[in-house]
């Protein structure tokens, strides 16, 4: 139980794509305090100063209105720049007890050629169900791209989402910024295609829903970086 903790450091090799943690912990609420965010989790870079923002990076929340109990997955791909803490923090007034706390590394992998597992479209039965949902499924719980704010839980939104065989319109950042979102849907259906909203006439630099001036690698950003202005 606990109401701040740092709990390690984090070293990694040195990589050209940087590094993509991804954190796991079971966790069961037992006082909520009333602050929207009932838990934040983020990397600090080692060396410099607590709560600045500029050299950490913000995972997703465990907002108030989640489940009282259940499992938490997030991710964030940093750059390169050195080591790094995991801070786990419960919001003022909270408590929560956490347990099998795991932290991962996802790899990227290039490739010219689509997932196999796409390949079960073709044999599924009819109907095959699509979905679109626009903008992250945290930014959906909290009410930024539409509907009342925490009618719906970020696990909720996932659950019905995962009864579709594609889903599009998750922003483009989100495989940076959260790069857990694919593996808690692909737990759900391990068939599932996902394809991110992309329209090349918008491209231009976003400004995600919890921030860009932190250390996060931002895919939108790097993308546009990399094209000369005429």
Not at 16 to 24: C, T
Not at 149 to 156: L, N, P
């Amino acid at each position: 139980m606990c109401n701040i903790a740092i709990l390690w450091r984090l070293s990694r090799r040195q990589q050209d794509g940087g590094f993509r943690p991804i954190v796991e912990f079971d966790y069961r609420t037992i006082e909520k305090g009333s602050h929207d965010r009932l838990v934040e989790v983020w990397l600090q870079l080692a060396g410099e100063g607590p709560w600045k923002i500029s050299t950490s990076a913000q995972l997703p929340f465990i907002f108030n209105h989640e489940p009282e109990q259940g499992t938490y997955q997030g991710g964030i791909a940093v750059p390169p720049a050195g080591d790094y803490y995991l801070i786990i923090r419960a919001s003022d007034g909270a408590s929560i007890a956490i347990d099998n706390l795991r932290v991962m590394r996802q790899n990227t992998v290039t490739s010219e050629t689509y997932p196999r597992h796409w390949d079960a479209i073709a044999a599924a039965p009819f109907p095959r169900l699509g979905n679109y949902l626009m903008g992250t499924t945290q930014a959906m719980a909290y009410g930024d791209v539409e509907g009342t704010r925490f009618m719906y839980s970020v696990a909720d939104i996932e659950r019905q989402a995962a009864f579709s065989d594609v889903v599009a319109g998750f922003t483009l950042f989100q495989q940076t910024r959260d790069p857990a979102f694919a593996k808690r849907m692909r737990e759900l259906n391990p068939n599932i295609v996902l394809l991110p909203y992309r329209i090349a006439g918008e491209a231009g630099f976003e400004d995600p829903d919890w921030g860009r001036q932190d250390s996060g690698v931002e895919i939108e950003e790097d993308y546009m970086s990399r094209i000369e202005a005429e």
